[in-house]
Nanobody, 121 residues
């Protein structure tokens, strides 16, 4: 049974903090490249943060210094810690994990169901 269950979204005031989680079952998150993406109404989906298969961490310019991506292999769970939240961070956030073969072909591509983050006073 494969599951990738996302949680942690909600309403928060500007300047506040929130932690999103994606818990994996049926596959081992440690072996996958992982990332967080978000999409606001009327806007394209954008990458927020990723950890590549080589272990490199990347952040979108708008969240650098405020967001942190991580994973806990013992819990088979990935996280996005968000601090100093701004109204423009309001979006549906999605977690992703993918696995590629040596030629770059995607063999497995899993997505969380999405969680709403709303930053408003």
């Amino acid at each position: 049974q494969l599951q990738f269950v996302e949680s942690g979204g909600g309403l928060v005031q500007p300047g506040g903090s929130l932690r999103l989680s994606c818990a994996a079952s049926g596959f081992t998150l440690e072996y996958y490249a992982i990332g967080w993406f978000r999409q606001a109404p009327g806007k394209e989906r954008e990458g927020v943060a990723t950890i590549t298969s080589g272990g490199s961490t990347n952040y979108g310019d708008s969240v650098k210094g405020r967001f942190t991506i991580s994973r806990d292999n013992a819990k088979n769970t990935m996280y996005l810690q968000m601090t100093s939240l701004k109204p423009e961070d309001t979006a549906v956030y999605y977690c992703n994990a993918n696995f590629r073969n040596r030629w770059g072909r995607i063999l497995y591509d899993y997505w969380g169901q999405g969680t709403q983050v709303t930053v408003s006073s």
